[in-house]
């Protein structure tokens, strides 16, 4: 069973493991920010160029970092500030 300390730092999603720290890369592989925290359905991001984007736009998850699928739109959360 994990400890409150793990399920707070790692979040289970369908795409797979989404770790706390995890780079965030769009499509093309540049960096959007790092994985703050998971709540709801929404991926809270830190120093980046985004505040949020959601879980169902993610693509795949490596050992360190989140693929987003690409939209049609090529838009991805909202951008912070």
Do not use: C, Y
């Not at 780079?23 to 998971?38: E, F, M, N, Q, W």
């Not at 830190?46 to 050992?63: E, K, M, R």
């Amino acid at each position: 069973m994990p400890s409150t300390r793990e399920a707070e730092t790692s979040w289970q999603t369908a795409a797979g493991t989404i770790r706390k720290g995890m780079k965030v890369l769009a499509p093309d592989g540049t960096s959007i920010g790092r994985v703050a925290a998971v709540a709801g359905n929404e991926l809270q991001l830190t120093g980046g160029s985004h505040a949020f984007v959601l879980v169902s736009q993610v693509d795949g998850v490596s050992d360190d970092a989140v693929l987003l699928e690409r939209r049609g739109d090529d838009s991805f959360g909202i951008a912070a500030g």
